[in-house]
T-cell receptor, first 114, second 110 residues
Framework: DGGITQSPKYLFRKEGQNVTLSCEQNLNHDAMYWYRQDPGQGLRLIYYSQIVNDFQKGDIAEGYSVSREKKESFPLTVTSAQKNPTAFYLC?????????????FGAGSRLTVL | DAKTTQPTSMDCAEGRAANLPCNHSTISGNEYVYWYRQIHSQGPQYIIHGLKNNETNEMASLIITEDRKSSTLILPHATLRDTAVYYCIVRSTGANNLFFGTGTRLTVIP
């Protein structure tokens, strides 16, 4: 089955360490997104990429970095510059459904900073 | 993108229809209405979308008012597995972000 695979599902990190979250899709979607979700809150956009080798900052990009070297892959690095990295991270891609863009999400990665 | 307003929480009896309202009074002509839901600690799941006509699929029905300022998501026979947070979003096709607010927490009661 096609879908989006995020790994790891749970991750613990010490303060000051960088960590990379993986996002892989086999849906042949061009656009991919990273969102952050804090407890009881909605989703906030970190970065998005509409095509290979191109990406743009979202609403809360500070302290994060991404790359898009392959269509299938859009990894997110949470750097030590991110002041409050403990959160649930969601990767998504879009497909066209009757003229509208529909997001497909992965299962998420929960990062906890100790 | 237009903002949406949803009730914070709702309860529904199992087997009954769940009607989730959404207000989007500032929606513009090229913006679609999308509904997603998120079961605890999972990624959001797409349910349905529409532009101005009512829509139905295997999961739900979407009723959009004639002036497009509000809509209702209908789950015809709610089950315990429908307990989730439901997000109503409006977005134009060319926009790069979907604004997910805090949604409506639907609890289906046995």
């Amino acid at each position: 089955d096609g879908g989006i695979t995020q790994s790891p599902k749970y991750l613990f990190r010490k303060e000051g360490q960088n960590v990379t979250l993986s996002c892989e899709q086999n849906l042949n979607h061009d656009a991919m997104y990273w969102y952050r979700q804090d407890p009881g809150q909605g989703l906030r956009l970190i970065y998005y990429s509409q095509i290979v080798n191109d990406f743009q900052k979202g609403d809360i990009a500070e302290g994060y970095s991404v790359s898009r070297e392959k269509k299938e892959s859009f990894p997110l690095t949470v750097t030590s510059a991110q002041k409050n990295p403990t959160a649930f991270y969601l990767c998504a891609s879009t497909r066209q459904v009757y003229g509208a863009n529909v997001l497909t999400f992965g299962a998420g990665s929960r990062l906890t900073v100790l | 993108d237009a903002k949406t307003t949803q009730p914070t929480s709702m309860d529904c009896a199992e087997g009954r229809a769940a009607n989730l309202p959404c207000n989007h009074s500032t929606i513009s002509g090229n913006e679609y209405v999308y509904w997603y839901r998120q079961i605890h600690s999972q990624g959001p799941q797409y349910i349905i979308h529409g532009l101005k006509n009512n829509e139905t699929n295997e999961m739900a029905s979407l009723i959009i008012t004639e002036d497009r300022k509000s809509s209702t998501l209908i789950l015809p026979h709610a089950t315990l597995r429908d307990t989730a947070v439901y997000y109503c979003i409006v977005r134009s096709t060319g926009a790069n972000n979907l604004f997910f607010g805090t949604g409506t927490r639907l609890t289906v009661i046995p």
